[in-house]
Nanobody, 116 residues
Framework: EMQLVESGGGLVQPGGSLRLSCAGS????????LNWARQAPGKGLEWVST???????SYPPAVKGRFTVSRDTDKKMLYLQMNNLKPEDTAVYYC??????????RGQGTQVTVSS
Protein backbone atom coordinates (compact mmCIF):
# COMPACT_ATOMS: atom_id res chain seq x y z
CA GLU A 1 0.00 0.00 0.00
CA MET A 2 1.27 3.44 -0.94
CA GLN A 3 1.71 5.71 2.06
CA LEU A 4 3.01 9.23 2.64
CA VAL A 5 3.75 10.93 5.95
CA GLU A 6 4.66 14.63 6.15
CA SER A 7 6.61 16.29 8.93
CA GLY A 8 8.56 19.46 9.65
CA GLY A 9 5.81 22.04 9.87
CA GLY A 10 5.62 24.65 12.60
CA LEU A 11 5.48 28.33 13.46
CA VAL A 12 8.02 30.62 11.82
CA GLN A 13 8.42 34.37 11.55
CA PRO A 14 8.13 36.15 8.21
CA GLY A 15 11.40 35.87 6.34
CA GLY A 16 12.25 32.62 8.07
CA SER A 17 12.81 29.13 6.70
CA LEU A 18 11.40 25.66 7.18
CA ARG A 19 12.16 22.29 5.66
CA LEU A 20 9.28 19.89 5.18
CA SER A 21 9.84 16.17 4.81
CA CYS A 22 7.66 13.45 3.33
CA ALA A 23 8.39 9.79 4.00
CA GLY A 24 7.08 7.42 1.37
CA SER A 25 6.52 3.69 1.41
CA UNK A 26 4.93 1.04 -0.77
CA UNK A 27 6.11 2.41 -4.12
CA UNK A 28 9.25 3.22 -6.10
CA UNK A 29 10.01 6.95 -5.91
CA UNK A 30 11.78 7.23 -9.25
CA UNK A 31 8.77 5.89 -11.15
CA UNK A 32 6.43 8.71 -10.13
CA UNK A 33 6.06 12.43 -10.23
CA LEU A 34 5.75 13.69 -6.67
CA ASN A 35 4.16 16.95 -5.68
CA TRP A 36 3.64 19.34 -2.81
CA ALA A 37 0.36 21.15 -2.41
CA ARG A 38 -1.10 23.41 0.28
CA GLN A 39 -4.44 24.49 1.56
CA ALA A 40 -4.90 27.76 3.40
CA PRO A 41 -7.90 28.32 5.68
CA GLY A 42 -11.02 28.84 3.62
CA LYS A 43 -9.25 28.26 0.31
CA GLY A 44 -8.85 25.41 -2.15
CA LEU A 45 -5.89 23.15 -2.66
CA GLU A 46 -3.00 24.98 -4.34
CA TRP A 47 -0.07 23.46 -6.23
CA VAL A 48 3.32 24.25 -4.68
CA SER A 49 5.86 22.11 -6.53
CA THR A 50 6.43 18.94 -8.49
CA UNK A 51 9.49 16.82 -9.02
CA UNK A 52 9.31 14.46 -11.96
CA UNK A 53 10.39 10.83 -12.00
CA UNK A 54 13.60 12.01 -13.64
CA UNK A 55 14.16 14.58 -10.90
CA UNK A 56 13.12 17.73 -12.74
CA UNK A 57 11.51 20.32 -10.44
CA SER A 58 8.77 22.79 -11.30
CA TYR A 59 7.06 25.57 -9.33
CA PRO A 60 4.27 28.11 -9.69
CA PRO A 61 5.22 31.80 -9.69
CA ALA A 62 4.03 32.26 -6.09
CA VAL A 63 6.87 30.18 -4.67
CA LYS A 64 9.49 30.06 -7.44
CA GLY A 65 12.83 31.31 -6.18
CA ARG A 66 11.86 30.76 -2.54
CA PHE A 67 10.97 27.05 -2.38
CA THR A 68 13.10 24.11 -3.48
CA VAL A 69 11.85 20.55 -3.90
CA SER A 70 14.24 17.61 -3.68
CA ARG A 71 14.15 13.90 -3.05
CA ASP A 72 16.28 11.00 -1.85
CA THR A 73 15.12 7.98 -3.80
CA ASP A 74 17.18 5.55 -1.70
CA LYS A 75 15.61 6.78 1.54
CA LYS A 76 12.20 7.34 -0.12
CA MET A 77 12.11 10.89 1.18
CA LEU A 78 10.70 14.00 -0.45
CA TYR A 79 11.67 17.44 0.83
CA LEU A 80 10.50 21.02 0.47
CA GLN A 81 12.93 23.72 1.53
CA MET A 82 11.00 26.95 2.09
CA ASN A 83 12.91 30.22 2.43
CA ASN A 84 11.81 33.82 2.85
CA LEU A 85 8.44 32.68 4.13
CA LYS A 86 5.51 35.07 3.99
CA PRO A 87 2.25 35.16 5.98
CA GLU A 88 0.41 34.09 2.83
CA ASP A 89 2.38 30.83 2.88
CA THR A 90 0.42 29.81 5.98
CA ALA A 91 -1.37 26.56 5.12
CA VAL A 92 -1.49 22.84 5.63
CA TYR A 93 1.10 21.31 3.31
CA TYR A 94 0.61 17.93 1.69
CA CYS A 95 2.85 15.68 -0.36
CA UNK A 96 1.27 13.62 -3.10
CA UNK A 97 1.97 10.95 -5.67
CA UNK A 98 1.53 11.96 -9.30
CA UNK A 99 1.09 15.29 -11.03
CA UNK A 100 -0.83 17.80 -8.91
CA UNK A 101 -4.06 17.51 -10.92
CA UNK A 102 -3.83 13.72 -11.06
CA UNK A 103 -2.73 12.97 -7.51
CA UNK A 104 -3.52 9.41 -6.51
CA UNK A 105 -2.45 9.61 -2.86
CA ARG A 106 -1.78 12.38 -0.34
CA GLY A 107 -0.44 12.36 3.16
CA GLN A 108 -2.22 13.71 6.22
CA GLY A 109 -0.54 17.11 5.95
CA THR A 110 1.64 19.29 8.15
CA GLN A 111 0.73 22.78 9.36
CA VAL A 112 2.93 25.73 8.47
CA THR A 113 2.16 29.04 10.16
CA VAL A 114 4.05 32.20 9.22
CA SER A 115 3.44 34.92 11.76
CA SER A 116 5.26 37.43 13.90
Amino acid sequence: EMQLVESGGGLVQPGGSLRLSCAGSGFTFSRYNLNWARQAPGKGLEWVSTISGLGTPSYPPAVKGRFTVSRDTDKKMLYLQMNNLKPEDTAVYYCGIGPFNQTTKRGQGTQVTVSS
